[in-house]
């Protein structure tokens, strides 16, 4: 579920990370961390462009456990840093962050039809009572809708 509008970005970022995993390659870097039974049973998948950041850092790190160094994803702070120089060049006042995204996609979600049960699979919750929050949002729009209809009337 993605706006046709983004995929070209989301080609332009695949493709400029794949700059970084081949300039990684060459130089013997290009191995991803790896949780532990996916190392085991999938020893040579960390250096694989299937397993590599969609968003990596633009320097490499040294991965504290085994002490190897390697390019990780993009920092949290980094993100939300970049998000609240977006939010506020494009005028934004409320305070924004990118989890507010994530409520705002499955608003629009339910709003366009959906049931709550594809927002839960979305999210790979498994339990519907924390994925239900979304609804409040519909019940007042439901309210405010009925209150202008009557004040219209």
């Given at each position: 579920m993605m706006p046709g509008s983004l995929i070209p970005a989301l080609h332009d970022q695949l493709a400029a990370a794949q700059v970084y995993w081949t300039t990684d390659r060459a130089e013997d870097r290009a191995d991803v961390g790896m949780p532990k039974p996916l190392e085991r049973n999938y020893p040579r998948a960390g250096l694989s462009w299937n397993w590599f950041c969609v968003l990596p850092q633009a320097t490499h790190s040294t991965d504290p456990q085994p002490g190897i160094v390697r390019r990780?994803?993009?920092y949290d702070q980094t993100l939300q840093r970049a998000f609240q120089r977006a939010a506020i060049g494009a005028g934004v006042t409320r305070e924004a962050t990118p989890h507010t995204l994530r409520h705002a996609f499955a608003n629009h979600i339910l709003q366009s039809g959906y049931?709550?049960?594809?927002?839960?699979d979305l999210w790979a919750r498994a339990d519907v009572s924390t994925t239900m929050t979304y609804t409040h949002v519909l019940k007042s729009e439901v309210v405010r809708f009925a209150v202008q209809s009557m004040q219209s009337s």
């Open positions: 990780h994803q993009v049931d709550i049960s594809c927002v839960q």
